[in-house]
C-alpha cells in the first residue's frame, strides 16, 4: 500500500482512539453525582483549566448571539415585491438563536462559578471532537486521493 | 522607490484583484520603480519589470472534494492550512486571513535581502498585517469597497435562514475594520467608496486618498466594421452576486416597449441557477443569453455589437463594466449605487442615470436609447472621451507615486 495511505489510515485510527477515549473517561466513565474531585482542586489548577475552556465557550455562544442579532437588526432596502416567494420566518428564528445561546452562555457561566464538571467536559468534548472529526476528514481525504502525481511535480 | 504590491489572488482572469495588481505593477515599473509582488493563487503571469513572490493557498473553502496534493499529502495538517480547512467547514472565508500571515512570513524573508520603501496591499486587510506593521515600512492598502455592502445587499433579496448565518459569517468585517485603521493610509477607488469605509469601518477621510481607477482604452475600443445587433443589451458581471442587480434588469426587461435581447457576459454562468430560475418566472426565455466565459478580444468585439450596455448595480466601488463599455464607446445605462455616477458621468450626456432597485427607470431609460439612435451614438462618443481623459491606469499610478510620497514623507 502506497506510504501516504498508511499514514492516511493512521490519522484516521488515532483521531478515532482518542475521540473513543475522551468520550469514556469524560463522560462514560463518570458518574455525574459523584464527582468531588474538580471541587477540590486549589483554585489555579480549577481555572488554568476553566478560563481556555471559558474563552472558547464563550467565544461560540458570542458569535452565535452576533450573527442572530445581526439578522434581527439589519436594515436594508425592501425586496421586489415579484421576487418574494414565501414568507421570511428569518428574524424569528434569528431572535431563539440569540434567546439559546445567551442562556447557554449563563447555564455556562453558572456552572463555572459553583465549579460544575459539565461546565468544562461539555464544551472541551465539543471542541476536542470538531478537531478530532477534522483530522478524521483529513485522514480519509489523504486514504482516497488519487495517487498520481501532476506532471510537472514527477522528477 | 522600492515597491512591494501584495494581492492575495494575483491571476488578471480570476477576478478584479489581479487586473489591479497587473495595470498598477505595470505602471509603476513605467514610471521607473523596483516592483516586486507577493501573490496568492492563482498566480499572475509573469510580468515584465516585475518580481514575482508566490505564496501558497490550498483553496478549502472552494474545493470541496480532491483537497489533498498527492505530492504533499500531509500539507493540510499543517497549522495554517488545517486552521483554514476547518474555518472553510464553518462557512468562513479564511483566505484573506491565512494569506496576511503567509504574506508576513515571505516579506519577514524578503527583508533580509530587499530594502522597501513602501509596503501596499491590494483588498486584503488580514490580521498578519499587523504584524507586518512591525517592520517599520510605511503600508498602505487599496480598499475598493466594503465588504459590509455585500453583506446588506445578499440581504436585500429573500433567503433562508441558513444562507443569511453562511453570509454574515463569510464577511470578515471585524478583522478589515481593525487593520483597517491601523496601516498609514487606506487607498480607495472613489469617492463614494471613501465615504462609505468612513461609514462601515471608521477610516477618517484624511487617512484615505482616492485614486481612480484606470481603463485600458488600447483593449477596450469601438471594433471598426462591427454591425450593431438591433435592440440589443449587455450585461457584464457576476449575476450570483446580488449587489449587481440583475434581477431589476430581468424584470424591467418585461416592461420595456421595444422588445429588447440581453446578453449576459458572466464566467460562472453554467453554474449560477438563481437567475436563470428568474429568467423563466419573468417568460423571457427567448430574449436572454449568457455567453458564459469568453476571451477579452471577444467581449471587447461584443461591446462594439451591442447598442446599449446596461450596470443595474446596488453599489459599486468604481465598475469596470461600465467604463469597458464606455471605453468601446457603448452609451450605458447605469443606476447610481456607489460610485457609478462618478464613473459614468454627466446624465444624458456620458451615460444614462436611473435610480437603483428600479426597474421601470430601466426600462424607460431602455426604450429612450433604443428609439433615439443620434442619443445613443453621440453619448458613447462622449463617454469614450471621458474614460480617456479621467480613468487611465497612468493617471493611476502617478496619483498612487503621490500618495505613495506623503506617507513615506510622513512616516519619517
Known amino acids: 500500500m502506497q506510504r501516504s495511505r498508511i ?79 414565501k414568507k421570511d420566518y428569518a428574524k424569528v428564528k434569528a431572535f431563539f438563536l440569540c434567546l439559546l445561546t445567551a442562556a447557554l452562555a449563563a447555564a455556562f457561566v453558572y456552572g463555572l462559578s459553583v465549579r460544575n464538571y ?38 | 522607490m522600492k515597491i512591494c504590491l501584495m494581492s492575495y489572488r494575483g491571476n488578471p482572469y480570476c477576478g478584479g484583484q489581479g487586473i489591479y495588481l497587473m495595470y498598477v505593477a505595470r505602471e509603476l515599473v513605467k514610471l521607473g520603480h523596483e516592483v516586486h509582488a507577493i501573490v496568492g493563487p492563482p498566480y499572475p503571469f509573469e510580468m515584465e519589470g516585475v518580481t514575482l513572490h508566490r505564496v501558497s493557498n490550498h483553496n478549502y473553502f472552494n474545493v470541496r472534494k480532491d483537497f489533498i496534493k498527492p505530492h504533499k499529502p500531509f500539507a493540510s495538517l499543517l497549522p495554517l492550512n488545517f486552521y483554514e480547512f476547518v474555518a472553510s467547514k464553518f462557512g468562513i472565508f479564511p483566505e484573506i486571513e491565512t494569506f496576511s500571515v503567509r504574506a508576513f512570513l515571505k516579506l519577514k524573508e524578503l527583508l533580509k535581502e530587499h530594502r522597501f520603501d513602501i509596503i501596499h496591499d491590494n483588498q486584503c486587510l488580514g490580521y498578519g498585517f499587523l504584524l507586518i506593521n512591525h517592520f517599520g515600512v510605511p503600508f498602505v492598502s487599496t480598499l475598493h469597497h466594503p465588504l459590509s455592502i455585500d453583506r446588506s445587499t445578499w440581504f436585500e433579496y429573500p433567503s433562508t435562514f441558513a444562507l443569511k448565518m453562511k453570509r454574515i459569517l463569510y464577511y470578515p468585517l471585524l478583522m478589515q475594520a481593525i487593520v483597517s485603521n491601523r496601516l498609514d493610509r487606506i487607498i480607495t477607488v472613489s469617492h463614494d467608496s471613501a465615504r462609505e469605509i468612513n461609514r462601515a469601518f471608521g477610516v477618517p477621510m484624511e487617512r484615505q486618498s482616492v485614486v481612480y481607477n484606470g481603463m485600458d482604452a488600447g483593449i477596450f475600443y469601438p471594433v471598426k466594421g462591427v454591425k450593431n445587433r438591433k435592440n440589443s443589451l449587455i450585461f457584464v458581471g457576476n449575476v450570483e452576486d446580488r449587489k449587481k442587480g440583475v434581477i431589476y434588469l430581468l424584470k424591467a426587461l418585461t416592461l420595456t416597449k421595444n422588445k429588447v435581447h440581453l446578453t449576459i457576459v458572466d464566467g460562472g454562468a453554467p453554474n449560477r441557477n438563481y437567475v436563470p430560475r428568474w429568467i423563466d418566472r419573468f417568460g423571457i426565455q427567448d430574449r436572454v443569453t449568457f455567453t458564459g466565459k469568453i476571451p477579452l478580444e471577444r467581449l471587447v468585439e461584443l461591446y462594439s455589437r451591442t447598442e446599449i450596455a446596461v450596470c443595474p448595480s446596488l453599489y459599486e466601488g468604481f465598475g469596470f463594466p461600465a467604463a469597458e463599455a464606455m471605453a468601446c464607446e457603448v452609451p450605458v445605462i447605469a443606476a447610481t449605487g456607489g460610485a457609478l455616477p462618478e464613473v459614468v458621468g454627466e446624465h444624458m450626456k456620458t451615460g444614462y442615470l436611473v435610480p437603483p432597485r428600479d426597474p421601470e427607470a430601466l426600462a424607460e431609460g431602455i426604450d429612450y436609447l433604443i428609439d433615439n439612435p443620434d442619443a445613443r451614438r453621440k453619448m458613447g462618443k462622449a463617454a469614450r472621451r471621458r474614460v480617456l481623459a479621467t480613468f487611465t491606469w497612468e493617471n493611476a499610478a502617478r496619483e498612487m507615486e503621490k500618495v505613495y510620497e506623503e506617507v513615506i514623507g510622513a512616516h519619517r
Do not use: H
Open chain 1, 7 to 85: 499514514s492516511g489510515f493512521i490519522a484516521c485510527a488515532i483521531a478515532l482512539v482518542l475521540a473513543g477515549l475522551f468520550v469514556n473517561y469524560a463522560f462514560v466513565e463518570i458518574s455525574p453525582f459523584e464527582i468531588s474531585s474538580i471541587g477540590l482542586l486549589d483554585a489555579y489548577t480549577y481555572y488554568a483549566l476553566a478560563i481556555p475552556i471559558s474563552l472558547v465557550a464563550l467565544g461560540i455562544c458570542g458569535t452565535g448571539f452576533w450573527v442572530g442579532w445581526t439578522i434581527l437588526t439589519i436594515k436594508v432596502a425592501p425586496p421586489m415585491p415579484e421576487i418574494v416567494e
Open chain 1, 118 to 155: 459539565w461546565a468544562l467536559a461539555i464544551p472541551a468534548a465539543a471542541v476536542t471532537l470538531v478537531v478530532l472529526g477534522m483530522v478524521f476528514w483529513v485522514g480519509v481525504a489523504i486514504i482516497s486521493a488519487r495517487s498520481t502525481l501532476p506532471e510537472d511535480k514527477k522528477q
